[in-house]
């Protein structure tokens, strides 16, 4: 299974899956389910990747946080959109790993995973 990856804005490429886990606990009517995948850019250069995936709308997203091969681990921090965006652009244009989560609909969640490196994992 591949997403499509995005690269100087063109839909032009897939990033390998190549893990999936799942935690889920149970409890009377509720269930927590931490889902966790990991994605490789097999393109010789950094990419921006974009990956969309449904969320039940009668579901709440608590949080996010994307671990990169070298250790790092981003987490998510509810901001306002603009500002959201024009940070994630910010950190981009600079050259750096940035992430932003946002929700066009509410049973869609879209993540724009900045500068993963040549063959590193997200």
Known sequence: EEDEATIGGV????LPLVGVSANVEATDFIAEVKLSQCYRNAFPRAVEA???????PSACVCGFAAEYEDGTVTRGVVKEKQQARREYREAVGEGKQANLLESPRSDIFTLNVGNLPPDGSV
């Not at 839909?11 to 897939?14: E, P, S, T, V």
């Not at 974009?50 to 039940?56: I, L, R």
Request: hydrophobic share 20%.
């Open 11 to 14: 839909r032009n490429g897939r």
């Open 50 to 56: 974009t990956y969309n995936f449904p969320v039940d």
